[in-house]
């Protein structure tokens, strides 16, 4: 609606005689006007006992530049009881672009930092650097190749884990 979009969602629980336990809900709107593109969501889930709960906001922006150079960052935050006694937040910024290269190639890279706090103190958390290369085989088909590399800090992954990791990914989708 005039650039606006609205989405909605319920999932039900499976819970037998308890329809709060295992459900999730969301809303998202957004906003495109030009080569400016706004988002927000909120969702929230619950667990099989209907006693711990997790709840994520987030907020979106993007702007293309001449040349279709596309910039985008997040802002999200989410919330959790981890456990009876205790909560855990996650905090992330992202900041990214898109760059095309010809016709059918588009590059993206992008940086992530989520911080963690339990207890209403600061803990750890981690960065992750990712680069992404896709091929546009047709306008709805598209082979990608992902590479990411993360560094944990503090004991977020646990001591006996190592502090970095490098991933790659290579695949292909299709849209119907």
Known sequence: ???FNLRLMHGFGEVTGNCGASTSTGLGLGYK???LQ???AHQSFSN???TLDLRGHVLGAAYVLPGDIRLAGIYGRSE???SATARTRLRTLGLGTTVPVGKKVDVTLAHYR???ERSARADDGYGRTVAFVEYKLSRRSVTYLE???TRWGGNFQGAANKPRATGV???MRHSF
Do not use: C, E, P, Y
């Open 147 to 149: 590479m990411d590399h």
């Open 38 to 40: 706004l988002s927000a």
């Open 48 to 50: 099989n006992t209907d």
């Open 80 to 82: 959790a009881d981890t």
């Open 169 to 171: 990914g290579i695949g």
């Open 114 to 116: 989520v911080t963690r």
């Open 1 to 3: 609606f005039n650039g």
């Open 33 to 35: 006007a030009g080569k």
